[in-house]
């Protein structure tokens, strides 16, 4: 196994897409596939798909192609979805009840465990088994659970500070979903997720596709 330190991110970034198309392929009773199959499913090219994989130490066999499962676990091992994840969410707003109401999250064994929140009228709320706490709890709550990941969805002009008081308690795993760049030091990993530019994207091609329309 190579040092997946090395890795560079486009890869893992691709991973977990082949993981999906992984999953459908189960689901259809199939258990051998190849990098054509694979690139015809996620759109990247087979030799992309090969060179990825050969990272790892490439799974495949020549004439055989690729065992779905083992595949499929390898990748899961590599993203480290074998094992059990928690979460806590601090904004308990729209974006934060909908991420804690997302039951795919549960399918992958990561459980939202708690939510945190300043507005009184949430605070005692559930959503789904989580708690909806006071954020004046948080850092107590921290010293005694474990916990993995953490979801900033408070609004922007707080996220900051919300994401260092994380950070002093330990916490190195931030999925973002405020409009702000974190500052934060090397050792915390954050993972921004940005709807708007998706579909700002998304604008700029609709736009694109009328122009020709029209033309
Ligand atoms: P919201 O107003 O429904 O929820 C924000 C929650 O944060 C509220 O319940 C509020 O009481 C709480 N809050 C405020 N200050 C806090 C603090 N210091 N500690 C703990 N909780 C605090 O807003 P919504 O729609 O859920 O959006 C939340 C954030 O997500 C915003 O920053 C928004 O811009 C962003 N957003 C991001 C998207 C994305 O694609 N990344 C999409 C939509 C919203």
């Known amino acids: 196994m190579n ?6 991110p486009a890869v893992i970034r691709r991973l977990p897409k082949y993981y999906r198309y992984l999953g459908e392929l189960t689901k259809m009773g199939l258990n051998k596939t190849s990098s054509r199959e694979l690139s015809e499913m996620t759109g990247f090219s087979a030799s992309q798909i090969r060179q990825d994989l050969n990272n790892f130490g490439g799974f495949g066999q020549q004439g055989f192609g690729y065992d779905v499962e083992n595949l499929r676990n390898e990748i899961a091992r590599i993203l480290g979805l074998d094992k059990k994840y928690k979460i806590i969410i601090i904004g308990a707003g729209n974006i934060g009840q909908a991420i804690a109401n997302y039951t795919g999250f549960y399918e992958a064994d990561y459980e939202v465990v708690a939510l945190f929140d300043k507005n009184p009228k949430l605070i005692g709320m559930s959503m789904r088994n989580a708690l909806i706490k006071d954020i004046d709890e948080l850092e107590e709550f921290l010293n005694v659970e474990n916990i993995d990941i953490a979801v900033i969805c408070t ?3 707080v996220s900051q500070q919300v994401a260092e008081q994380l950070v002093q308690c330990g916490i ?5 979903f405020a409009p702000k760049d974190l500052k934060m030091p090397d050792y915390v990993h954050v993972e921004n997720v940005h709807l708007n530019e998706s579909l700002f994207s998304l604008t700029y091609y609709y736009n694109q596709m009328n122009k020709k329309k029209s033309e």
């Open 3 to 8: 040092n997946n330190d090395k890795i560079s």
């Open 155 to 157: 609004p922007k002009s």
């Open 172 to 176: 190195r795993a931030i999925w973002n």
